[in-house]
């Protein structure tokens, strides 16, 4: 049986870390296993492994990773990158969360390039060695693909994938990373779909139709919002944009996945909650996935 989880964004953003708690209390009003972190506002978490966990078990809920992006390609910070991975696999097991999601690689070079091979090559040594690692605290590593780094070439992510060992590097695909990339979310989960050990299910949606273009008299819009979208893209609730979820549900369901599916997405023009109610809505009652909250209640 999956288990459900928001990533806490939409309630911290405009740089609100005290809503943590709100966050917490709401997530699980609405059912949901669990939350996810990442970014600054878990860090001063970081020191308080044991209070976090007690946090999370009055609420009744879980830590399904914290999330970590890493340069990788930086000689001068490569141990010192490695180090602290190694350090956050121990304290999501002190916390009691067993999956670690990991991304990185800056853009690179062009596919025929040495370079391309020598950076993929770099970055998959380093995650089998932290993936190895984190197996020793009862904890599995999973790449996360990420637009706007060198894995938003698909050949990339391919070749990474071939390069690591499947028992120490899990996938985690991020469906709206994916089609942000040029990639088919469908096609690239169903090559996959036994690496897979945890899921980002994240929709997206044009953010100028043409029509609207013509009403505001643009020739294109500007690309000056969270992670340079406005031009193309924004993030919305589940099941509102453009990305096939049941699709996705139906490969993950056939290949018995039992993982975290999660909602990481940044922004929302609506309430926290009622973005929060909107995609665990979605997850119930049109795709009819069932976390391990709900089969409870």
């Given at each position: 049986?999956?288990?459900?989880?928001?990533?806490p964004h939409i309630y911290l953003r405009d740089n609100h870390p005290e809503n943590i708690h709100r966050a917490f209390d709401e997530l699980a009003l609405l059912g949901y296993d669990g939350v996810e972190f990442s970014g600054g506002y878990g860090q001063p978490w970081l020191h308080h492994p044991k209070d976090l966990k007690r946090l999370l078990d009055l609420h009744?809920?879980?830590?399904?990773?914290?999330?970590?992006?890493?340069?990788?390609?930086?000689?001068t910070r490569a141990t010192e990158d490695e180090e602290a991975a190694y350090r956050r696999a121990y304290w999501l097991a002190q916390v009691g969360?067993?999956?670690?999601?990991?991304?990185?690689g800056v853009p690179i070079i062009p596919r025929d390039s040495h370079k391309w091979e020598r950076s993929v090559r770099t970055i998959?040594?380093?995650c089998n060695r932290i993936g190895e690692s984190a197996h020793r605290y009862g904890v599995q590593l999973a790449w996360h693909n990420h637009w706007g780094s060198c894995f938003e070439q698909e050949a990339a992510l391919h070749r990474f994938l071939e390069l690591t060992d499947p028992e120490w590097?899990?996938?985690?695909?991020?469906?709206?990373?994916?089609r942000l990339s040029g990639m088919d979310e469908v096609a690239i989960i169903q090559r996959y779909q036994h690496r897979i050990s945890y899921v980002h299910f994240k929709d997206i949606a044009p953010n100028w139709t043409p029509e609207v273009r013509q009403h505001l008299?643009?020739?294109?819009?500007?690309?000056?919002?969270?992670?340079?979208?406005?031009?193309q893209w924004r993030m919305i609730e589940l099941g509102r944009g453009v990305i096939n979820l049941p699709a996705c549900w139906?490969?993950?369901k056939s290949a018995d996945f039992d993982g975290w599916i999660v909602d990481d997405h940044d922004f929302t023009g609506y309430p926290a909650k009622a973005s929060a109610a909107a995609i665990k809505?979605?997850?119930?009652?049109?795709?009819?996935?069932?976390?391990?909250?709900?089969?409870?209640?």
């Open positions: 049986m999956p288990k459900l989880g928001l990533n009744g809920l879980r830590l399904s990773t914290y999330y970590l992006y890493l340069p990788f390609l930086d000689e969360a067993e999956d670690f999601l990991i991304d990185g998959a040594d380093a590097v899990k996938f985690c695909p991020d469906t709206a990373q994916l008299r643009l020739s294109a819009p500007t690309n000056a919002g969270g992670y340079d979208l406005d031009a139906e490969i993950l809505r979605f997850l119930n009652e049109e795709l009819g996935i069932v976390g391990e909250r709900d089969a409870r209640t």
